[in-house]
């Protein structure tokens, strides 16, 4: 993949930046906002990070590492997954980064991804991205 183009889904919740960590990092609610992925990771840099799933009846094992820990503020983790049907180097990755920005008592709260090889592939993943940072914000404003 040769991609520059980037997908990007920012929602404020009504929630602080705290809250909001929890959810992103807390295996329950990644399964329940990551449309059913079990993930296991130790969330510490450098470190080996698993998407476990079913998708379109199809099981998956998506992988990645952790590039940045900054609780409350920011994630970064890379992502491949074997069902894009590529091959598995370097180049195939995207980058997820997280991004939290605390505005007193409410976060506005940013997924991108990055290495997207068009514009139509932008649309597909912010689609995507769209319906999961609406889900973290019900989660997070429900607890």
């Known amino acids: 993949m040769t991609g520059k183009y980037v997908a990007t889904s920012t929602i404020t ?7 909001v960590w929890s959810v992103l990092t807390d295996p ?4 329940e906002f990551m449309f ?3 993930v296991v990771t130790d969330w510490t840099v450098g470190g080996p990070i ?3 799933g079913v998708w379109d009846g199809k099981t998956y094992e998506d992988r990645g590492s952790v590039l940045e820990v900054e609780p409350g503020r920011r994630l970064v983790v890379t992502h491949f997954s ?8 370097p180049e ?3 980058t997820l980064t997280w991004t939290l920005e605390d505005q007193s008592g409410t976060t ?6 990055d290495n997207n090889a068009s514009a139509e592939d932008v649309e597909h993943s912010k689609g995507m991205w ?14």
């Open 36 to 38: 059913g992925t079990d």
């Open 82 to 89: 074997p069902l894009s049907g590529q091959e598995d180097v």
């Open 92 to 94: 195939n990755y995207h």
């Open 130 to 143: 769209d319906s999961l940072v609406k889900s973290v914000k019900a989660i997070a404003e429900r607890q």
């Open 108 to 113: 506005d709260f940013t997924l991108s991804q």
């Open 13 to 19: 919740i009504e929630a602080p930046a705290g809250r």
């Open 28 to 31: 329950a609610a990644i399964k």
């Open 50 to 52: 698993v998407w476990r």
